[in-house]
């Protein structure tokens, strides 16, 4: 398959190529801006790079032009940031999805899989959260990506094209440099040596996903005849304590880990994890790596890298 990529420079794009590439099936492109990826981190792949703007309708014509399938990464993914400026994140969210999906229409796509999420649609929801829950998010960026959902639905019913929505937990893994998720930036300052600051008492629950058994999941679904929503998460409820534990774990007994506790931060949800059972009965979606197994490779990953890596500018 001759497969775009969007937002491929990106934590989770830059971890999705090699494995798309595994199998020599597919000849890939990706079209970034690189407002928070780096080409730098796929620049060792055989891949067609366009460094553009899923705004600019020109650009977006030449990418999707001869593409089997896209998969759609591409996003501001800034929650808090969403806040302040919510009609930035509407321009890239909504807008560049719907001219995607319009480029797609014109050039006869037939697959595209959109990279959702599933904390931020739902907002305070019982856990475990399913596909089948009423949708009531809490930010900007969360409306962004159910107005996305929903226009993904509208093409699918409308014009024929398999969509699928696929609902990402909290993804961790090497690569994650730039993002301001609690996994990264924990590592980050545990390399600097620096205390974890937990807001609370460590007992809020999320679902963290190791990033090999998400973008495993995304290669074997763009294949599927699915289409619809589901979710991709470990199907795990984890405590923030719990985390810290398989940290230490994972980190081995000689590095410091210091952690100082402040107040519960307002307008956080306390618990949530996801649901996979129908990502496992329709995708086959297995994710297999255990937490401790998942951050020992993040752990060694973020070992390794240079410093100037490590102190590029948080993103996301
Ligand atoms: N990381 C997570 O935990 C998580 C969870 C749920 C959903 N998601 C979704 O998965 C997708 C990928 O997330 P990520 O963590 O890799 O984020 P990321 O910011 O690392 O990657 C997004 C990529 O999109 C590019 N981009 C942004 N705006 C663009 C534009 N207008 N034109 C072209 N390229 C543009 C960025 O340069 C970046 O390389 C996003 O859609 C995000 O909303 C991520």
Redesign the pocket.
């Known amino acids: 398959m001759k497969i775009l990529v969007?937002?491929?420079?990106?934590?989770?794009?830059s971890n999705l190529i090699p494995e798309l590439l595994r199998t020599g099936e597919h000849e890939i492109s990706v079209?970034?801006?690189?407002?928070?990826?780096r080409f730098a981190d796929i620049a060792d792949y055989p891949i067609d790079f366009t460094r553009?703007?899923?705004?600019d309708e020109d650009v977006l014509a030449q990418a999707v032009a001869g593409r089997d399938a896209i998969i759609h990464?591409?996003?501001?993914?800034r929650v808090i940031d969403s806040i302040a400026d919510p009609r930035r994140n509407f321009e890239?969210n909504v807008v560049?999805t719907f001219k995607l999906l319009e480029a797609a229409r014109q050039a006869g796509t037939r697959r595209i899989v959109y990279?959702?999420?599933a904390g931020a649609i739902l907002g305070e929801a019982p856990a475990p959260i399913d596909e089948t829950m009423v949708a009531r998010p809490l930010s900007p960026y969360g409306a962004s990506?159910l107005a996305a959902e929903g226009y993904l639905c509208a093409f699918g019913a409308a014009y024929g094209i398999r969509t699928l929505s696929l609902r990402?937990?909290?993804?961790f893994g090497p690569k994650s440099y730039?993002?301001g998720?609690v996994i990264a930036h924990f590592f980050k300052r545990l390399i600097a040596d620096e205390p974890l600051i937990v807001y609370g008492d460590g007992s809020q629950v999320r679902d963290y996903l190791f990033v090999g058994d998400l973008v495993r999941g995304i290669a074997a679904a763009i294949g599927k005849a699915a289409t619809g929503t589901y979710q991709l998460g470990s199907g795990r409820p984890t405590s923030l304590s719990e985390l810290l534990a398989a940290m230490r774990q994972a980190i081995g007994p000689n590095v410091p880990m210091r952690i100082a506790y402040a107040p519960f931060r307002a307008g956080e949800v306390h618990t949530t994890w996801c649901d996979i059972s129908l990502a496992r009965e329709k995708l086959g979606f297995d994710p297999s790596t255990s937490l401790v197994e998942g951050l020992a490779t993040t752990w060694a990953w973020f070992q390794k890298v240079d410093q100037e890596t490590l102190s590029a500018p948080t993103?996301?």
């Not at 990464?73 to 993914?77: I, P, S, V």
């Open positions: 969007t937002g491929g420079a990106g934590f989770i794009g079209l970034d801006n690189e407002s928070s990826g553009g703007d899923l705004l990464l591409a996003a501001d993914a890239t560049g990279a959702s999420t990506k990402f937990s909290n993804v730039r993002k998720s993103c996301v």
